[in-house]
């Protein structure tokens, strides 16, 4: 009975050993996964915080550059080269994204004299390898009344251009300063516009706007 007893003693005290040492390695994973958990939100906390100095970089950046590009602007307007500076060699890029199409040419400050006398200057022409033409007029402020005067340029084109007509004409629009009322109507006409912003000269029109064919 004694050594039975003992026996008992002994397994109790192994099972309250087995249950501590348990105790103890649980202790030891529990407060390693504590650690590792509060170590992982410590990186995503520094994570996040230069997620968001690397937008405020991103964005006052931007920022400079658009103030940089709106100076150029104003000092070649200044000068008179704003289509030769800012407008055309941003014109590929643009006729690109609007057609689709690589451009196969691109002429600026292109005249035109027609027997009869009448002459027209059009700030650039870009023709696209797919047989479509981007059509520019450049002021420094756009106004409505440059926006109705430009839609009879388009409307001229072909006379002055006879090569050109069986291309499908896109009119854009260039200008240092758009009004949002002067965006609407020339976006009503169908006329892409352009002013001057991260890319120089980038895209003003809205999203989900169709330029007219003439």
């Not at 050109?164 to 949002?180: F, H, Q, R, T």
Request: net charge negative.
């Amino acid at each position: 009975m004694i050594d039975l007893e003992e026996r008992v003693d002994r397994l109790e005290e192994m099972v309250h050993e087995f249950v501590l040492n348990v105790g103890i390695e649980f202790n030891k994973v529990y407060n390693s996964q504590m650690r590792t958990e509060a170590e992982l939100r410590a990186f995503k906390d520094e994570m996040k915080e230069f997620k968001d100095e690397m937008k405020a970089f991103k964005d006052e950046m931007r920022q400079a550059n658009r103030e940089m590009n709106r100076r150029w602007g104003e000092l070649a307007n200044k000068m008179g080269t704003l289509v030769e500076d800012l407008v055309a060699p941003s014109l590929p890029r643009v006729v690109q994204k609007i057609l689709s199409q690589e451009v196969a040419d691109l002429s600026v400050r292109r005249k035109r004299r027609l027997p009869d006398g009448r002459t027209w200057e059009f700030d650039g022409i870009v023709v696209t390898a797919g047989g479509q033409v981007g059509l520019n007029s450049t002021k420094s402020t756009l106004r409505s009344a440059d926006v109705d005067h430009f839609t009879k340029e388009v409307v001229a084109f072909r006379e002055f251009f006879p090569e050109y007509v069986d291309y499908p004409v896109v009119g854009i629009l260039s200008s240092l300063a758009v009004e949002e009322s002067v965006l609407n109507y020339a976006e009503r006409c169908g006329l892409v516009v352009l002013g001057v912003g991260d890319q120089v000269m980038e895209i003003k029109n809205r999203p989900g706007f169709s330029p007219k064919f003439w």
